[in-house]
């Protein structure tokens, strides 16, 4: 979460600061009078009515962005309003209470089962996996037990000075990678981008290993560009690295978006468990998942994939659930939700959901390129997400300079610069999600086509602060 910083005006001015209460507010106190303004950056001295503090709370959110009109996120913002009353019914039940929830244990339990069987676990009832907050707690758990893998095998060595743990991935990777290498002290060992590569190449991820390599990440879907890392290609070149040396790297999958998208549109793409090099692989639940804000899953190949001594049993709460997982207690109305939208959709349902998403990331593309100003650099057709940069001809403006004209009509559409070795390309980037109709689809084209003449006669490109102005850093 941002790390915030106490308040920046001297200590007086901040105890000024109040929240302005309207008279309204004031003539509703069940307590007699008007409510005196609360103050912003400390607690109260006394309690306000429910509806006054209600109030002031709702009316400061109006300014947050419209959910709908945000193309920059993966996350759901949109779910049928059974799914918002199961939440409602389960959002005092804690995850980690097992005893105290066993139907919900259960529901999470089916739904590790459903994922195992829909990602071709050779035997699914050897598979095993969790929920967690969302893909960055999966990937983190991962990550440990791939870490965990290598120590072990490597206990005669590690830890010592020479024997420094990496993990392979392309330099593409969503920042939890970044994370998991920082927390857990390992190597970050990134493949570049070259040339219109975009994501991670398989012979120059082989290369990067090493007998400290714990893993390799393959992801199925670059937040960076919608485009699928080549996970078979992957496999087969450490295949044969571990011919030629007898290394033998795991795979970890990082399907936070496409491995609830590939399976349902693109069955014929081995990415999975079908790969014995695939050790391990996350989702969001949150995103192509279809539930809103908080879940995610984590599944490994079988036990061996998942060192025992990482699993903590407590008995707390009663029983004795095994679990793996950083947090203890977490809400269970997400895990609810998505056994939900399983049980509702089924793969007919999922199916047509994606292709939906697809169809319109495909055809909005399509629209983009034809305005004449645009170069296409993912067309939508593997994620429903697609990015693209201005043409070599365009000068008078960036794609900055568009993300910051397209916030004055409420889209958010993000912009931003590429890696290293691709730091001069900078793009934007449009997440076609399940909600964001045809028909939002056409009225963002029309605000492009208002927009151009009048970008096209700036003198030149004009927003200064390219990461303010988009209010997005990748
Ligand atoms: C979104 C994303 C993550 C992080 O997932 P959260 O569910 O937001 O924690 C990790 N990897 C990839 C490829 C992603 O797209």
């Given at each position: 979460?941002?790390?915030?910083?106490?308040?920046?005006?001297?200590?007086?001015?901040?105890?000024?600061?109040?929240?302005?209460?309207?008279?309204?507010?004031?003539?509703?106190?069940?307590?007699?009078?008007?409510?005196?303004?609360?103050?912003?950056?400390?607690?109260?001295?006394?309690?306000?009515?429910?509806?006054?503090?209600?109030?002031?709370v709702h009316d400061e959110l109006m300014l947050d962005g419209n959910a709908r009109l945000n193309l920059a996120t993966f996350v759901t913002t949109w779910m049928?309003?059974?799914?918002?009353?199961?939440?409602?019914?389960?959002?005092?039940?804690?995850?980690?209470?097992?005893?105290?929830?066993?139907?919900?244990?259960?529901?999470?339990?089916?739904?590790?089962?459903?994922?195992?069987?829909?990602?071709?676990?050779?035997?699914?009832?050897?598979?095993?996996?969790?929920?967690?907050?969302?893909?960055?707690?999966?990937?983190?758990?991962?990550?440990?037990?791939?870490?965990?893998?290598?120590?072990?095998?490597?206990?005669?060595?590690?830890?010592?000075?020479?024997?420094?743990?990496?993990?392979?991935?392309?330099?593409?990777?969503?920042?939890?990678?970044?994370?998991?290498?920082?927390?857990?002290?390992?190597?970050?060992?990134?493949?570049?981008?070259?040339?219109?590569?975009?994501?991670?190449?398989?012979?120059?991820?082989?290369?990067?290993?090493?007998?400290?390599?714990?893993?390799?990440?393959?992801?199925?879907?670059?937040?960076?560009?919608?485009?699928?890392?080549?996970?078979?290609?992957?496999?087969?070149?450490?295949?044969?690295?571990?011919?030629?040396?007898?290394?033998?790297?795991?795979?970890?999958?990082?399907?936070?978006?496409?491995?609830?998208?590939?399976?349902?549109?693109?069955?014929?793409?081995?990415?999975?468990?079908?790969?014995?090099?695939?050790?391990?692989?996350?989702?969001?639940?949150?995103k192509?998942?279809?539930?809103y804000p908080?879940?995610?899953?984590?599944?490994?190949?079988?036990?061996?994939?998942?060192?025992?001594?990482?699993?903590?049993?407590?008995?707390?709460?009663?029983?004795?659930?095994?679990?793996?997982?950083?947090?203890?207690?977490?809400?269970?109305?997400?895990?609810?939700?998505?056994?939900?939208?399983?049980?509702?959709?089924?793969?007919?349902?999922?199916?047509?959901?994606?292709?939906?998403s697809?169809?319109i990331a495909?055809g909005l593309a399509?629209r983009v390129?034809?305005l004449?100003d645009f170069?296409?650099?993912?067309?939508g057709?593997?994620?429903p997400v697609f990015a693209f940069?201005t043409?070599?001809?365009?000068?008078?403006y960036d794609v900055f300079d568009v993300s910051r004209r397209l916030r004055e009509g409420g889209w958010l559409v993000p912009a931003y610069?590429?890696?290293?070795?691709?730091?001069?390309?900078s793009v934007l980037r449009v997440v076609c999600r399940n909600g964001f109709s045809a028909d939002m689809a056409d009225l963002l084209v029309q605000e492009l086509e208002r927009l151009l003449p009048e970008l096209?006669?700036q003198?030149?490109?004009l927003t200064?602060d390219k990461g303010a102005a988009t209010g997005f850093h990748h």
């Amino acid at each position: 979460m941002p790390l915030h910083q106490g308040p920046h005006a001297s200590q007086d001015d901040h105890d000024r600061r109040r929240l302005a209460v309207n008279p309204f507010h004031g003539a509703t106190n069940p307590l007699g009078g008007m409510t005196e303004a609360p103050p912003t950056h400390r607690l109260p001295d006394t309690p306000l009515p429910p509806q006054t503090a209600y109030r002031l709370v709702h009316d400061e959110l109006m300014l947050d962005g419209n959910a709908r009109l945000n193309l920059a996120t993966f996350v759901t913002t949109w779910m049928e309003p059974q799914a918002g009353v199961l939440m409602s019914e389960c959002r005092d039940k804690n995850m980690i209470d097992k005893d105290e929830y066993p139907r919900t244990a259960e529901l999470e339990r089916r739904c590790v089962a459903m994922l195992a069987d829909l990602w071709h676990a050779p035997d699914p009832s050897a598979a095993v996996g969790c929920s967690t907050t969302g893909s960055s707690e999966a990937c983190m758990l991962a990550g440990m037990a791939l870490k965990r893998r290598w120590a072990l095998r490597n206990a005669d060595r590690y830890p010592s000075k020479d024997a420094r743990p990496n993990l392979v991935m392309g330099v593409n990777v969503q920042v939890c990678w970044e994370k998991f290498c920082n927390f857990w002290e390992v190597e970050a060992r990134q493949v570049p981008m070259e040339g219109d590569r975009f994501h991670l190449d398989p012979q120059a991820a082989a290369e990067l290993c090493d007998e400290n390599t714990i893993g390799v990440v393959g992801i199925l879907g670059s937040t960076f560009d919608g485009s699928y890392e080549p996970i078979a290609d992957l496999c087969a070149a450490l295949d044969a690295l571990q011919d030629r040396t007898g290394l033998d790297v795991p795979v970890h999958v990082d399907g936070a978006s496409g491995g609830m998208v590939a399976p349902f549109l693109d069955e014929e793409l081995v990415w999975d468990f079908r790969l014995p090099r695939v050790a391990s692989i996350n989702t969001s639940g949150h995103k192509y998942g279809l539930v809103y804000p908080g879940v995610g899953w984590a599944l490994w190949r079988d036990a061996d994939a998942l060192p025992e001594e990482l699993v903590f049993r407590v008995n707390y709460l009663g029983g004795d659930m095994p679990t793996f997982a950083l947090n203890f207690s977490r809400p269970g109305a997400q895990v609810v939700a998505q056994y939900y939208t399983f049980l509702r959709l089924g793969r007919e349902g999922y199916r047509a959901v994606q292709q939906a998403s697809r169809d319109i990331a495909r055809g909005l593309a399509e629209r983009v390129a034809a305005l004449g100003d645009f170069r296409l650099l993912t067309r939508g057709d593997q994620l429903p997400v697609f990015a693209f940069t201005t043409a070599d001809d365009v000068t008078a403006y960036d794609v900055f300079d568009v993300s910051r004209r397209l916030r004055e009509g409420g889209w958010l559409v993000p912009a931003y610069t590429f890696p290293p070795h691709r730091q001069d390309l900078s793009v934007l980037r449009v997440v076609c999600r399940n909600g964001f109709s045809a028909d939002m689809a056409d009225l963002l084209v029309q605000e492009l086509e208002r927009l151009l003449p009048e970008l096209r006669r700036q003198p030149h490109p004009l927003t200064r602060d390219k990461g303010a102005a988009t209010g997005f850093h990748h």
